[in-house]
């Protein structure tokens, strides 16, 4: 969950708590934090290493490119004065298309619809999945009315720390808690 979608949550949490004045005190209001649960789960550091050599390959092959640009560059500089307006304005050309290249190879792996964001979010996509089952689990089983999560900067002013379900849904997950 993001921090607009946190926002979000809370906004309507306070927009409906007007209306159920009378029930408001019998409301329970927890709390996770998704990134201590993910860290426990021995899937995630598979699925974290896999990213890892993805995107170190991906950024071999920028830097690559990035390299030949500049022996491109050097090239040019070091020749310019003896070449035609022709050949100059050409070399001048091939530059700027390997940058573009660059350009769109770094928007292709790591732009926001680029392969990295893909790839991590179909690895993540089970692993939350089995969070979010074992959060409704434990949400339902004792009765709380709104869980929020406070990982990806969602802050709180103040939790108590009896409302902190991160270890009750690690416990579901059966991770084992002792090791924190």
């Known amino acids: 969950m993001n921090s607009r979608q946190a926002i979000l949550l809370i906004v309507v949490a306070l927009c409906v708590l007007p209306v159920t004045e009378l029930n408001g005190?019998?409301?329970?209001?927890?709390?996770?934090?998704?990134?201590?649960?993910?860290?426990?789960m021995p899937e995630y550091t598979g699925i974290d290493q896999r990213l890892t050599l993805l995107s170190e390959g991906w950024r071999q092959e920028i830097n690559e490119l990035e390299n030949e640009i500049e022996e491109l560059v050097r090239d040019f500089e070091a020749r310019e004065i003896l070449f035609t307006d022709e050949i100059r304005e050409q070399r001048l050309n091939e530059i700027s298309d390997k940058r573009r290249e660059l350009e769109r190879l770094i928007e292709n792996r790591f732009g926001p619809n680029g392969d990295?964001?893909?790839?991590?979010?179909?690895?993540?996509?089970?692993?939350?999945?089995?969070i979010f089952d074992a959060l409704t689990r434990v949400a339902n089983r004792e009765d709380f009315d709104f869980v929020f999560d406070r990982a990806n900067?969602?802050?709180?002013?103040?939790?108590?720390?009896?409302?902190?379900?991160?270890?009750k849904v690690m416990l579901e997950l059966g991770i084992d808690i002792t090791r924190n």
């Open 25 to 40: 005190q019998n409301q329970k209001i927890g709390f996770i934090d998704s990134d201590i649960i993910l860290q426990n």
């Open 116 to 130: 990295y964001f893909t790839r991590q979010k179909e690895l993540l996509e089970p692993i939350q999945r089995l």
């Open 153 to 167: 900067e969602t802050r709180f002013l103040f939790i108590r720390q009896q409302w902190n379900l991160t270890d």
